[in-house]
């Protein structure tokens, strides 16, 4: 490692500040990340956890080894929209077969989308109705941390529901720096009558007999989606562990929570040491929403033209993806897509001209990405190895690009778009302005493409070829 390592430091939303990152057992880094709700295809913005985390992922492998890593990000397969789908896209199947249909239909899709993405397996991938009822393995589950809770005082039945009760954990609100005092002043809703305290939760609800259920010790029902991710992490990755990770969203309260059941059932300090959050994405400078009709989905961009008029290499929206801080909120636009494109090629045309040769992932990378994952400094970083001449710059190029999940195929090249081009630089130099011709043809020869003047044979008049320099 070089003198420029100084460690992994990451920013932590349980203190706001750039700490050093001290795992638990070097031997065993565990990292847990909430994964999506599966009733819908993944949207652009579920695509933004997958490629942060999974840099992090590569990352902490790096750095402590790669069989010293177990990385859990889940499939949440429970859900009450997944059940209106169910019904909506299935209405002559049983209910359960629905939903099973539903479900592993998104999962599949978005499994295929994330590696597209250039982002690797997670070590596990639990989905949460595997963990609602005790299990042969011995594995947490939620009906017995929801006893749990019982038997400690932290949870109450009201009304066919077990809630949390929020005035039994006197530190209830670190995480989202929320004060229970505060929420119960500034409620404008009545506490529902059968809460003991407003800002209680469900961790177990009645189902009736049209929605999915289980039998628990509170008769047929379903949990809350909190207890789910409590239930998984502390199956795969103990009571305790490293790092826990998800969209800034979730801060409230969803990960608050999580951290209510899992202490106050396991009586621990905290759930995980580390607590890290992505930014907000917006689309084209605006929210993304259905009704404005930016909201796109990761396969969208992949597979169809609806976006740009064109579809999209997914190792381009990983990059456009990096090229913001993940803790910033990303401006997700055409003309980033475009930037990453371009980008992408010039690397890649530098990597190629290491031909065999291989070198170590540079020191320089793995620095920038333990300073909270500084991907803008690393980025720079190889912006310039693609301008230095030399094997070993392209070498430590083609390893840096291997590294962050990129391949070392050739970018391709938009056929339609060069075509239309060439056509506006012909319209220049019939204009004999060769200035603009001359513009555009540099322009392109950046991007590796380059161009061919001749003449028709027959017909006499200027024709343009071109083709891609490798
Ligand atoms: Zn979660």
Redesign the pocket.
């Given at each position: 490692m070089s003198e420029a390592f100084r460690g992994l430091r990451l920013t932590n939303t349980l203190t706001r500040t750039k700490e050093d990152f001290v795992p638990i057992d070097p031997q065993n880094v565990r990292m847990?990340v909430?994964?999506p709700t599966v009733y819908d295809f993944a949207h652009i913005g579920n695509a933004r956890p997958a490629i942060v985390f999974d840099v992090l992922f590569r990352l902490l492998r790096h750095l402590y080894g790669e069989d010293h890593v177990t990385y859990v990000r889940?499939l949440?397969d429970l859900d009450d929209k997944i059940n209106a789908r169910a019904l909506r896209d299935f209405p002559d199947l049983p209910l359960n077969e629905a939903i099973r249909r539903v479900t592993e239909k998104t999962a599949n899709q978005y499994q295929s989308d994330v590696a597209a993405l250039g982002c690797l397996e997670p070590t596990v991938e639990p989905r949460a109705t595997e963990f609602v009822q005790p299990r042969p393995d011995g594995r947490a589950d939620m009906i017995t941390l929801i006893l749990s809770l019982i038997d400690r005082g932290h949870a109450y039945e009201a009304q066919g529901e077990v809630l949390f009760d929020t005035g039994s954990m006197p530190d209830y609100g670190q995480l989202s720096k929320r004060n229970l005092d505060e929420q119960q002043a500034g409620a404008r809703v009545e506490v529902e009558a059968h809460k003991k305290n407003p800002g209680d939760f469900v961790l177990w609800k009645a189902s009736s007999a049209e929605e999915p259920g289980w039998d628990s010790p509170w008769g047929r029902g379903r949990p809350g989606?909190?207890i789910?991710?409590s239930a998984m992490?502390s199956a795969y990755l103990g009571e305790v562990f490293d790092i826990h990770g998800?969209g800034l969203d979730?801060i409230f309260p969803?990960?608050e929570n999580?951290i209510a059941q899992s202490r106050c059932a396991h009586g621990t300090e905290v759930m995980a040491n580390y607590w890290m959050h992505n930014g907000f994405l917006q689309v084209e400078g605006q929210k993304m929403s259905k009704s404005l009709g930016n909201f796109f989905s990761i396969h969208e961009l992949l597979e169809t033209e609806n976006f740009g008029g064109r579809k999209w290499p997914g190792e381009v929206l990983r990059l456009a993806m990096l090229m913001t801080h993940y803790r910033e909120p990303i401006d997700f636009s055409v003309r980033k897509l475009e930037e990453a494109e371009n980008t992408l090629r010039k690397w890649k045309r530098a990597a190629d001209s290491a031909g065999a040769a291989e070198a170590a992932v540079p020191a320089s990378l793995i620095a920038a990405l333990s300073d909270d994952l500084a991907t803008a400094t690393a980025f720079h970083g190889l912006s310039q190895l693609a301008g230095e001449s030399g094997g070993i710059a392209a070498a430590e190029l083609k390893a840096a690009l291997l590294f962050l999940g990129f391949t070392l195929d050739a970018a391709e090249v938009d056929g339609a778009e060069v075509a239309k081009v060439i056509a506006e630089r012909l319209a220049f130099i019939a204009q004999k302005n060769w200035a603009e011709a001359d513009r555009i043809r540099d322009e392109l020869l950046a991007q590796g493409v380059q161009l061919k003047d001749g003449k028709d044979p027959v017909s006499g008049e200027r024709v343009t070829t071109w083709e891609v320099k490798r």
């Open positions: 847990y909430c994964g889940n949440t989606w909190h789910e991710c992490a998800g979730l969803h990960h999580e």
